[in-house]
């Protein structure tokens, strides 16, 4: 098959190969997608491939077709385990697709695939920003029983972690601990705000807070490469999960045990008033796009990436209706919300051959057990150890339940070219 290419030919599709490998590892594509999408492209550009990739980096090895079986040119990238952004996912696969159909030759479409990294504008950054809070807000109108003193709080906690996260990406010595660092000063201000000026439910009002930093999608991707059989990766993933988790831990409790010092007293919220129950609904659209945002989608597709978000959720609310689909010990409204997005996810992208993930991310955001998985740690360093074991079991369950939905909706109808 690669017999014709000279070496510079060679030379050239290897270096496209790998800077599309470079791109959708740093978009957050998961292992099992990702290799296949780099096998398929290597074969349509006449490439022998063998690739292995992890969540921190990929090996691959293409045959030499210069000097022939047994010499090959291998190359190791390392990386750092890559966050999910949409917009950069859709840019390479439009880039790929072209490529392969012909429509733009290598070169050009390596030095496309090289032009997108660029810095995120000011506006972006300002939108981010805005958009961790209004994440945080919707999150905490989720809660039974708080009220407007915890959304406030929650929508102000939310963005002062929104600019702690950018801050975070431009100081390396700050980036590998800004879980802890954000649940620290979180609980601190919370406890703060709720001690001495309004009454606040102090654990709703973290966890929304912190939400956008829980690795409730790292644990699902995590459980879903161990099903793919990718076993390195499925484990590395849900260890940095874990990881992620004991520091969002660690700074919460550090922060509680200073306020315990202190003396503080929370105020009693007895008398609040709470939340009216139109309240969650009303902040499902602008909790969407605050996502489809942070999931950096390019604007032309922030529609669909909301409309993804409302089927999920509105799939799982729907469910909840049942009273058959939520007596068991699996929640079966988060099974069929899965296997609902996964299979409109696919279809969408062969209908109009464009990567799924635009469809199938955010449509399981709110349904991924991150929270839990917090929650599971704090009561579990509270030495109270039954409470504890009962949300590792919810918290299994949920993964459980969302990647089974995963895997039957893949297997209703197939994804399109990995993507």
């Not at 966050?83 to 159909?101: N, P």
Request: net charge positive; hydrophobic share 55%.
């Amino acid at each position: 098959m690669t017999g014709g290419i000279t070496h510079d030919r060679f030379g050239e599709r290897v270096d496209f190969v790998l800077e599309l490998a470079r791109h959708l590892h740093t978009a957050g594509t998961s292992v099992n997608r990702l290799e296949g999408a780099v096998e398929r492209v290597s074969n349509k550009l006449g490439l022998q491939v063998s690739i292995w990739s992890n969540p921190t980096g990929f090996i691959i090895s293409f045959q030499d077709p210069v000097l022939g079986p047994p010499h090959t040119v291998t190359r190791v990238m390392r990386l750092k385990p890559g966050d999910t952004h949409l917009g950069r996912l859709s840019d390479a696969d439009a880039i790929a697709e072209q490529v392969m159909a012909g429509g733009l030759d290598i070169a050009s479409g390596l030095a496309r695939l090289k032009a997108m990294d660029r810095e995120p504008t000011r506006l972006f950054r300002i939108a981010s920003v805005l958009c961790f809070g209004i994440a945080s807000a919707m999150v905490v109108s989720l809660f039974p029983r708080t009220g407007w003193n915890d959304f406030g709080v929650a929508a102000l906690l939310g963005m002062m972690i929104g600019v702690l996260a950018q801050y975070g990406e431009r100081k390396p010595q700050l980036h590998d601990a800004v879980e802890a660092v954000a649940a620290f000063l979180v609980t601190l201000a919370a406890s703060l705000i709720g001690c001495l000026m309004v009454p606040l439910s102090i654990q709703p009002v973290v966890i929304s807070a912190l939400i956008i930093m829980m690795p409730g999608m790292m644990l699902t991707s995590a459980i879903n490469e161990l099903a793919n059989q990718q076993l390195v990766s499925g484990s590395a993933r849900f260890a940095g999960a874990m990881t992620v988790l004991m520091k969002l831990t660690f700074g919460t409790i550090l922060a509680a045990q200073l306020v315990q010092i202190t003396g503080w007293q929370l105020l009693s919220n007895a008398g609040s008033s709470v939340l009216p129950g139109w309240m969650p609904w009303a902040m499902l659209l602008p909790g969407a796009f605050a996502l489809a945002v942070l999931f950096k989608t390019h604007w032309r597709d922030i529609p669909i990436a909301m409309a993804a978000v409302l089927l999920g959720y509105g799939v799982m609310k729907v469910c909840a209706l049942v009273p058959a689909l939520t007596a068991g010990d699996i929640p079966v409204g988060a099974f069929l919300a899965a296997f609902t997005v996964t299979a409109v996810s696919n279809l969408y992208a062969r209908i109009f051959n464009r990567p799924g993930a635009l469809i199938r991310v955010p449509g399981i955001i709110l349904l991924v057990p991150g929270s839990l998985g917090y929650r599971t740690l704090n009561i579990a360093f509270a030495q109270d150890l039954a409470s504890s074991l009962d949300l590792a079991f919810s918290l299994f369950a949920a993964l459980i339940a969302l990647v089974a939905g995963i895997l039957f909706g893949n297997l209703l109808v197939s994804s399109r070219r990995y993507l």
